[in-house]
């Protein structure tokens, strides 16, 4: 299905938001801007809503943000970017900082992670978020198995605290995004207002659940009995709309625990939305064997991506990001024509 595109229109998000700037907001105590609750009290007419505890359940566990930042506040992005992150990857976090994730007006970033147990990397981890305010922060044990509580606190920090975001990015620390194609597909392939029943990413289909015992992803007939996963978008990227985000979030608070994040966050959660219109972007993830090609090919016949490949390390991030730099932007991931 192809994504409709919001417009100026009543019925469009952006309407009401401008109808509803001085709506002051309602759940005192709570720094919640512009939330998707808020639009709903101005007048838009959901067929769901959330139940009254929860901005402090996360799926099957009491809930609180550790530490938080509101980088959206009250400005309207067009795009909101969640980093999964670990505690300890503090490297990782700033080579972003100084690399694709530059945060200017139109795009926000934040890096979503857990709690640790660690006293130095609680005390790192302190300054680093006084010094770059970027922090998010769970109140559960950051580990593999505990990925899917990230990946939900992730929607759960966009429905209550920066709803306005046209689109939102959830990303893995280990992979480069092409934030200045990725703005232009945003603006000009898809739509400058947002865009509607987006869910977009490395589409898996017909997966089957590992059962073998030596596998990373090994799964038991008591976690899922069925051979197959629904459709899903693998872990390291996934780009939504905002529609599609705050259905998937609220049928997430609804469904059991499962540690697969990303067969949980757009397979299960999107197959209890009645949800199966994943689009397939996978031709424009660049993959390690290509960009050793990237250097031997004309500027102009070089197909264009987004989004680099899963796993790399600080070396490639970098050197991916400078390929991009000294290079111009593709007008469109459509057209071959360059930019001057």
């Known amino acids: 299905m192809t994504p ?6 009543v019925s469009g998000w952006l309407t009401y938001y401008e109808k509803c700037k001085n709506h002051k907001p309602s759940k005192e105590g709570l720094h919640i801007t512009w939330s998707i609750m808020e639009l709903v009290l101005c007048g838009k007419n959901w067929n769901f809503l959330l139940q009254n505890d929860d901005y402090n359940r996360l799926i099957d566990i009491k809930f609180t943000f550790k530490v938080n930042n509101f980088v959206c506040d009250k400005n309207v992005p067009l795009l909101i970017i969640l980093v999964h992150t670990a505690p300890s990857h503090i490297v990782k976090r700033n080579l972003i900082r100084r690399t694709w994730g530059k945060t200017e007006q139109d795009i926000k970033i934040v890096f979503l992670l857990g709690t640790h147990s660690n006293v130095e990397i609680k005390d790192k981890l302190e300054q680093e978020n006084l010094k770059h305010k970027d922090i998010v922060q769970g109140s559960f044990l950051d580990s593999y198995r505990n990925l899917t509580y ?5 929607l759960k920090y966009v429905v209550y605290h920066c709803a306005q975001a046209k689109y939102v990015l959830k990303v893995d620390d280990d992979t480069c ?7 232009k597909f945003l603006v000009r392939d898809l739509s400058p207002y947002g865009a509607n029943n987006l869910l977009m990413g490395n589409v898996v289909r ?14 038991s007939f008591n976690e899922y009995r069925p051979r197959y996963y629904p459709i899903y978008c693998l872990g390291w990227y996934t780009l939504y709309s905002r529609d599609i985000l705050f259905g998937l979030y609220k049928e997430a608070q609804q469904l059991q625990y499962f540690w697969l994040e990303d067969v949980f966050g757009t397979g299960f ?3 209890k939305l009645n949800f199966s219109s994943h689009t397939d972007i996978s031709a424009l993830t660049l993959s390690k064997n290509e960009f050793k090609l990237l250097k031997y090919c004309p500027i102009n016949r070089c197909r264009p ?3 680099g490949w899963s796993d790399m390390d600080e070396n490639e991030i970098l050197d991916l990001w400078r390929y991009i730099m000294i290079n111009p932007v593709p007008h469109s991931v459509k057209n071959e024509t360059i930019e001057s």
């Open 4 to 9: 409709s595109l919001f417009s100026d229109e």
């Open 150 to 154: 990230k990946h939900v606190m992730g």
């Open 177 to 183: 995004v092409n934030t200045p194609l990725l703005r």
């Open 206 to 219: 017909k997966a089957m659940a590992y059962r073998g015992f030596r596998s990373k992803w090994k799964v």
């Open 269 to 271: 959660s999107a197959a």
């Open 305 to 307: 991506f987004l989004f």
